[in-house]
């Protein structure tokens, strides 16, 4: 048998110093548990522009089609800002969505019980969170065409194409089911009917399917009255599913409720592959932090748990992913912090490599 | 010289509720200040659609293009969801706002001090909060064409197109920045131009109107970073400016964050009229709650709060509308709160017939 084969784009900003600490827990799996992976390393997102001249080479797009997961850093930065929207670092990752057809993007939203103060909303709003957002991630107004600048009269349009076919919200909608099955069979499925025929056709969809879930208890919201219920009581919630663009705000709204962002991981899910494994690509929720990036102050921990999303839903490892959200979990209970899980003054806190070595040490 | 002119459009659920007490406010400025409004009223949504079989009537149209101002509860309800898309109570609500062509939508999330404790989040992160959110509204994906669900192969797809010209950009940037004058001078604009095209002319037409108010601090966020921020500190922010669909989600999310979502009004602006005085639709942030409908338990303040913009704006009665202002602040400082604005058990709220009545007496 071959190993499971991993590739890793770290990507931007503090992309490289996260993926470095996962990088110690992938050893730590081949030393201590027999669990080798075939890893291979290459460029996304502005450094690939650096390089290639592209913010993803077709070689690298090639590879990710090849392996059994992608696990990606973060992309972007303002050195990048004035390169065209073509070539823009974001590109390449949306080009590994597209691309790998990874239509299903699972967010969860937990809080984490020693982090539960440092969230903006009270304690028992939060305390105990664990919803999942499924995300649609390969259509909608991010890939819609028509798209661009225009001109039209003597002035320019901007214009971007909200799109959904039956089958594409069939198919992320069926992902959302199984889920909730796994989990509190509650979906609450969000979108803006009462204004966009595109939202009819989604509410649609997902009703019919919820006829092959019975057990799973459905309900339709607004988006905006979504953004509403999740600020007031989000422990209403189990699964939310919607569509790209409400999923892009919905998902980040969700994560800083938590008021761990740095804590946070995300898998993007394809159709299953030839070995019976979906594609997939890993990331966490944070972006590329250029503001301090390369000073060792990122929290490795939203990349690790990535890592740990990894082994749960291509690698089969369940056990294994709990082990090492156990360990993470552990660290924060020995009050170890990286500088974003701090809010008072006077204490030093750990380095993102401090961090890594934490986790490793109680796996 | 004639009155002001006002047409009162109470609507659905709630609607004829609240505006009940707006008339008494009425009533008190015409008794006790001598300031008489020419009302007349009339039926939106979906009473207008039990009545007429269309959401809004083409004479109710007509009169509100006619009025110096239009004050309009809400609308909607669980009864007449199965209506065609075409007739849903909502059309008529987006028929005046297009046809009045009221571009510019002022959501102000100001938190109570009186109700600070009522959020869902931490008390010094939402005390004192005030921030106005402009909304564009008459275009984007609510109003683009092409629209619609078609067949495409064997299957349907729901389409909606987001479009902004420059000069929609361009107008609905002015009254933000106009309004960061009067306040702040901050002005922070919103949008996905990582993402979108429509986003990147948005970006582009906002920092050329930028260059006409140099005294404004102006920034640009990715929505979904704005939803994040607004989570997680929203006093960092003074006025915000946004498209249609992203106002429409940024703006519930802001207005949950004070916990006074009854307490919410906005105002809808359009060109100058022959008068001088901006085409106008004021209306509370808060829909038409049918749950709570006829039982006198909706918070009025909301509506009112809606009439004191419509003083300010429309009529040019800025001290009257700090009067109003400040008797609903008086009649809170007494401890007097509708259902909505308590969290206690045992406390006998004040229906929305005695919170008006509060109000009057406070004035
Ligand atoms: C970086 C950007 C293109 C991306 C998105 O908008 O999808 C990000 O915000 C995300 O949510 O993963
Ligand atoms: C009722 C609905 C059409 C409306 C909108 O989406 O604009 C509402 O949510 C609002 O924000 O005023």
Same mark, same amino acid.
């Given at each position: 048998?071959?190993?499971?084969?991993?590739?890793? $784009?770290? %990507?931007?900003?503090? /992309? &490289?110093?996260?993926? =470095?600490?996962?990088?110690? +827990?992938?050893?730590?799996? !081949?030393?201590?548990?027999?669990?080798?992976?075939?890893?291979?390393?290459?460029?996304?997102?502005?450094?690939?522009?650096?390089?290639?001249?592209?913010?993803?080479?077709?070689?690298?797009?090639?590879?990710?089609?090849?392996?059994?997961?992608? $696990?990606? %850093?973060?992309?972007? /930065? &303002?050195?990048?800002? =004035?390169?065209?929207?073509? +070539?823009?670092?974001?590109? !390449?990752?949306?080009?590994?969505?597209?691309?790998?057809?990874?239509?299903?993007?699972?967010?969860?939203?937990?809080?984490?019980?020693?982090?539960?103060?440092?969230?903006?909303?009270?304690?028992?709003?939060?305390?105990?969170?664990?919803?999942?957002?499924?995300?649609?991630?390969?259509?909608?107004?991010?890939?819609?065409?028509?798209?661009? +600048?225009?001109?039209?009269?003597?002035?320019?349009?901007?214009?971007?194409?909200?799109?959904?076919?039956?089958?594409?919200?069939?198919?992320?909608?069926?992902?959302?089911?199984?889920?909730?099955?796994?989990?509190?069979?509650?979906?609450?499925?969000?979108?803006?009917?009462?204004?966009?025929?595109?939202?009819?056709?989604?509410?649609?969809?997902?009703?019919?399917?919820?006829?092959?879930?019975?057990?799973?208890?459905?309900?339709?919201?607004?988006?905006?009255?979504?953004?509403?219920?999740?600020?007031?009581?989000?422990?209403?919630?189990?699964?939310?599913?919607?569509?790209?663009?409400?999923?892009?705000?919905?998902?980040?709204?969700?994560?800083?409720?938590?008021?761990?962002?740095?804590?946070?991981?995300?898998?993007?899910?394809?159709?299953?592959?030839?070995?019976?494994?979906?594609?997939?690509?890993?990331?966490?929720?944070?972006?590329?932090?250029?503001?301090?990036?390369?000073?060792?102050?990122?929290?490795?921990?939203?990349?690790?748990?990535?890592?740990?999303?990894?082994?749960?839903?291509?690698?089969?490892?369940?056990?294994?992913?709990?082990?090492?959200?156990?360990?993470?979990?552990?660290?924060?209970?020995?009050?170890?912090?990286?500088?974003?899980?701090?809010?008072?003054?006077?204490?030093?806190?750990?380095?993102?490599?401090?961090?890594?070595?934490?986790?490793?040490?109680?796996?």
């Amino acid at each position: 048998m071959t190993n499971p084969s991993l590739l890793i $784009l770290p %990507g931007d900003g503090i /992309g &490289p110093e996260v993926m =470095a600490e996962v990088r110690k +827990i992938i050893d730590w799996f !081949g030393a201590k548990r027999g669990i080798t992976f075939d890893v291979s390393e290459d460029l996304v997102g502005g450094c690939a522009y650096d390089k290639h001249g592209t913010p993803l080479h077709d070689d690298t797009m090639a590879k990710a089609q090849e392996v059994d997961a992608v $696990l990606l %850093g973060a992309v972007g /930065g &303002p050195k990048y800002d =004035a390169l065209d929207f073509s +070539i823009k670092p974001e590109r !390449g990752l949306l080009r590994l969505r597209k691309e790998m057809d990874l239509y299903s993007n699972l967010r969860p939203a937990q809080c984490f019980d020693a982090l539960a103060d440092f969230s903006s909303l009270k304690k028992d709003v939060v305390a105990g969170l664990d919803i999942m957002i499924v995300r649609e991630l390969t259509s909608g107004v991010y890939f819609g065409e028509p798209r661009g +600048i225009f001109e039209e009269g003597n002035e320019r349009v901007g214009i971007n194409t909200q799109r959904y076919t039956e089958s594409e919200i069939d198919r992320v909608a069926r992902s959302a089911f199984e889920l909730a099955m796994k989990r509190g069979k509650k979906l609450c499925s969000m979108e803006k009917a009462n204004v966009m025929e595109s939202g009819i056709l989604w509410r649609e969809v997902v009703t019919e399917v919820g006829k092959d879930y019975p057990e799973v208890e459905l309900s339709h919201m607004y988006a905006d009255a979504g953004a509403m219920q999740l600020t007031r009581w989000p422990k209403q919630f189990d699964v939310i599913v919607t569509d790209n663009l409400f999923g892009d705000l919905l998902s980040d709204l969700a994560a800083m409720l938590t008021g761990s962002l740095g804590m946070l991981p995300s898998a993007s899910l394809g159709a299953p592959m030839d070995n019976g494994r979906p594609k997939a690509l890993y990331e966490p929720v944070h972006g590329s932090a250029p503001d301090i990036a390369g000073q060792g102050k990122a929290n490795p921990c939203a990349c690790i748990l990535s890592f740990a999303m990894a082994l749960r839903y291509s690698f089969d490892m369940g056990d294994e992913a709990t082990r090492l959200e156990q360990a993470v979990n552990a660290v924060l209970a020995q009050g170890i912090r990286t500088a974003d899980l701090l809010n008072e003054e006077g204490i030093t806190p750990a380095t993102t490599a401090e961090m890594g070595d934490a986790v490793v040490a109680a796996l």
